[in-house]
């Protein structure tokens, strides 16, 4: 069983919202022995930096709103258990957390229906102390791409065999 | 400059470290409190990250009771007095002050004394040593919030390393 990595409302504020990610898990727990001095501190107050952003288009077959959940299943071994569709990655000693997101499209592009499927795509954005080896932003970025890859063709066999 | 030498002993740092702790009216005294999520893990790698490579334009070295400074900014010596002297230190490779710190209950304490810097040159250093304190004790509390975020059992570094290996491998195959 995975042991569900939590992230602390310091290092990134729940959204506001995301009702369920604002539980009571954002208390620190105590370190050997050691009791937190979280409310020396602001939610959000030691964000990381933000290194590396990668976009990556959503071709029209797949439907935008699957994309998140389908990657959400994908890297449940790095899911940040109360950060929706946030991970944690370790390369070369560093760690970092990465979030995945379908940016909202403007108000015209939704109007015109094939701007929106054409322009939609997914962000990822890598947060952490320094920027961040090949590891991620080649190795992990082509494994997302290839995912999606996968996923557009499935999703294109399905309206193929389905009349 | 009993500090020059390339590493000086620990008896040196313990007689420069009395000297300007006990003589009264030799050193010039700060203190700094430090915010850490967790205090003694973050003192411990506080103290770690000030040795492990240059902290902004300081280089420090520790011994067993105090961390000190071997290398510090290029100040602007226009408004000294003593240029020369100022200029002779810097080339023999050691900074014409003695800097100490040590970390007690959450606070920094620094210990500094310098026959040769002005007053504003004193500032300056010392400002910008405050600077890059408070900008390492951030980068400490990120670290162990990090660290949290990614604390597992040894069976997920497992998985984790399998699950990232077959991503690479899916890379690998031409869509």
């Known amino acids: 069983m995975f042991v569900t990595r939590r992230c602390s409302s310091l290092l990134s504020a729940p959204a506001a919202n995301a009702a369920h990610d604002a539980s009571d898990a954002e208390a620190l727990p105590v370190e050997d022995d050691e009791s937190p001095n979280a409310g020396s501190f602001s939610p959000g107050q030691l964000a990381c930096d933000l290194v590396f952003h990668a976009s990556l288009p959503i071709s029209w077959r797949l439907q935008g709103a699957r994309v998140l959940p389908f990657f959400a299943s994908q890297f449940e071994y790095l899911a940040v258990g109360n950060r929706a569709n946030t991970y944690c990655y370790k390369s070369k000693d560093a760690i970092f957390y990465i979030m995945f997101s379908v940016p909202e499209l403007p108000q015209a592009d939704k109007d015109d229906k094939e701007a929106s499927v054409k322009s939609a795509e997914l962000r990822i954005d890598v947060y952490g102390l320094g920027y961040p080896s090949e590891e991620i932003t080649e190795k992990f970025i082509q494994g997302v791409e290839a995912r999606l890859a996968k996923q557009t063709l499935d999703a294109l066999s399905t309206q193929l065999v389905t009349p | ?175």
């Open chain 2, 1 to 175: 400059m009993l500090l020059a030498i390339s590493q000086p002993k620990e008896t040196t740092i313990q007689y420069v470290y009395e000297q300007l702790t006990q003589q009264s009216g030799v050193a010039t005294r700060f203190s700094r409190p430090l915010s850490f999520v967790y205090t003694k893990k973050g003192t411990a790698y506080f103290l770690d990250q000030l040795v492990r490579e240059p902290v902004g334009p300081f280089k420090l070295a520790r011994s067993d009771a105090v961390t000190y400074v071997v290398s510090g900014p290029r100040l602007p010596s226009a408004y000294d007095a003593s240029i020369s002297a100022l200029s002779d230190s810097a080339e023999k490779g050691f900074p014409p002050f003695w800097l100490m710190l040590t970390v007690r209950r959450s606070t920094l304490h620094v210990h500094f004394f310098s026959s040769l810097l002005s007053e504003a040159q004193q500032k300056t250093l010392i400002d910008n040593l405050f600077l890059v304190v408070d900008q390492l004790v951030e980068r400490v509390n990120q670290i162990i919030l990090l660290e949290m975020v990614h604390k597992i059992l040894e069976n997920n570094c497992v998985l984790t390393k399998v699950a990232i290996r077959c991503l690479s491998q899916d890379a690998a195959v031409p869509s």
